[in-house]
Nanobody, 121 residues
Framework: QVQLVESGGGLVQPGGSLRLSCAAS????????MGWYRQAPGKQRELVAT???????DYADSVKGRFTISRENAKNTVFMQLNSLKPEDSAVYYC???????????????WGQGTQVTVSS
């Protein structure tokens, strides 16, 4: 089995920073794209940022210049640095990874359980 475990969420004041981490573990042969999504109450889950195994990245327009995604392939871990946080960034943040488990031969999407980020004074 494959598990994704996030950490690093919390309560922060507007303008503050947080660093999210997500570690994948289990029967993993390879991981392709990793990313972060978020879902605020009453809203659909939206893409925040993705990073390919090569290191190339994509960001939602709303977070460009404020959030930075990175990964450590050797540890199957993805990070996201959240700077200049705004109240509208408050949401549950979910980690996502396209994983090829051993003996499967294809990539499948896996999700973490989510970590709450609240931006409030």
């Amino acid at each position: 089995q494959v598990q994704l475990v996030e950490s690093g969420g919390g309560l922060v004041q507007p303008g503050g920073s947080l660093r999210l981490s997500c570690a994948a573990s289990g029967s993993i042969f390879s991981i392709n794209t990793m990313g972060w999504y978020r879902q605020a109450p009453g809203k659909q889950r939206e893409l925040v940022a993705t990073i390919r195994r090569s290191g190339s990245t994509d960001y939602a327009d709303s977070v460009k210049g404020r959030f930075t995604i990175s990964r450590e392939n050797a540890k199957n871990t993805v990070f996201m640095q959240l700077n200049s946080l705004k109240p509208e960034d408050s949401a549950v943040y979910y980690c996502n990874a396209d994983v090829m488990p051993y003996s499967v031969g294809s990539y499948w999407p896996y999700w973490g359980q989510g970590t709450q980020v609240t931006v409030s004074s």
